[in-house]
């Protein structure tokens, strides 16, 4: 046997008014001045300042049997803008007159110094470690952002990350789970991801220089379903913690005077309800990059 893992975590939270970087102790958080905050007591804020958000939309084997469709040769990838991060126990805005918000469980990459042009098997040493996110998406805006995902994953508060980030973490053979009010709804290894993290970030760094702090989302498991305000979703990741947000309804309404509207279509609710829709395997998400099973073999 090998010797154990050594980690270590650190958090990002309020102290005295301003943001301050601690590291934990069991239960309590220790600043670089000695000052000391019980982890039940602080004010969390997301684990490094990213000067971008970088997501996979397929990974896991399950998710990509959920939705019957096939892996291209290559990941693709979204943007989350800086303004959808969130943290530890912030809450989670679902706009007024939107219905499908979804949760995804996800394994966060934090980038620690600058990457470009790296292989995977040097990628590693490019990462500051590791979080726990929540890739919620708002698919009242599927129809006309299905390629982009720009309202539907970017809108604001919908990229909790933390609680906090957790160095010299091996991510495999890693269990992920996530629950809606205490109920288990997605579970899965690390070693049912098709492109590991290692070679997400090798494969990014070829055309993108990556920052320190900046934060690449690695895919979620099959069973994302829609939630609704007052519900409370957990992400639990083995070794790196459980992150919990609450889900509220925004007060002010999506303005109807400019922009597409939220709709309710097929591939909404396709998409929305997953593995649960009478469509599975004949609506897939951005199905022009994942072809459906379905059709391909009926052609």
């Not at 709804?185 to 070829?206: F, G």
């Not at 379903?225 to 957990?234: A, L, N, S, T």
């Amino acid at each position: 046997m090998g010797a154990p893992q050594t980690t270590t975590e650190y958090r990002r939270i309020l102290l005295g008014g301003a943001p301050v970087r601690v590291r934990r102790e069991d239960d309590e958080l220790v600043a670089p001045d000695g000052r000391r905050v019980a982890i039940a007591d602080a004010v969390h804020l997301a684990p490094s300042i990213p000067s971008k958000i970088i997501a996979v939309h397929l990974n896991y084997a399950s998710r990509t049997e959920e939705f019957m469709t096939t892996l291209p040769a290559a990941p693709t990838y979204f943007h989350k803008p800086i303004t959808a991060l969130n943290s530890h126990e912030g809450d989670i805005v679902r706009p007024k007159g939107c219905k499908w918000l979804n949760y995804e469980g996800e394994i966060v990459i934090v980038i620690g110094r600058t990457c470009r042009t790296v292989s995977p098997a040097d990628a590693g040493d490019y990462i500051a470690g590791y979080s726990v996110g929540n890739d919620f998406g708002l698919h009242d805006f599927r129809d006309t952002d299905a390629g982009s995902m720009l309202r539907v994953k970017g809108s604001d508060t919908l990229g909790p990350v933390g609680p906090g980030l957790v160095e010299g973490w091996d991510f495999h053979g890693k269990t992920i789970r996530t629950y809606v009010n205490g109920e288990l709804k997605q579970e899965d290894s690390t070693d049912n991801m098709e492109w590991d993290m290692h070679y997400l970030v090798a494969d990014l760094a070829r055309t993108i220089t990556l920052e320190p702090g900046d934060m690449i989302f690695s895919g979620t498991p099959a069973n994302s379903r829609p939630v609704h305000p007052g519900d409370v979703v957990e992400v639990e990741v083995e070794g790196l913690g459980r992150l919990r947000n609450r889900i509220i309804e925004g007060p002010t309404p999506i303005r109807s005077d400019v922009g597409a509207q939220p709709t309710e279509s097929e591939e909404v609710v396709s998409t929305a309800l997953g593995g649960d829709w009478e469509f599975r395997g004949i609506r897939t998400p951005s199905r022009d990059l994942y072809p459906s099973r379905i059709q391909e073999q009926d052609a």
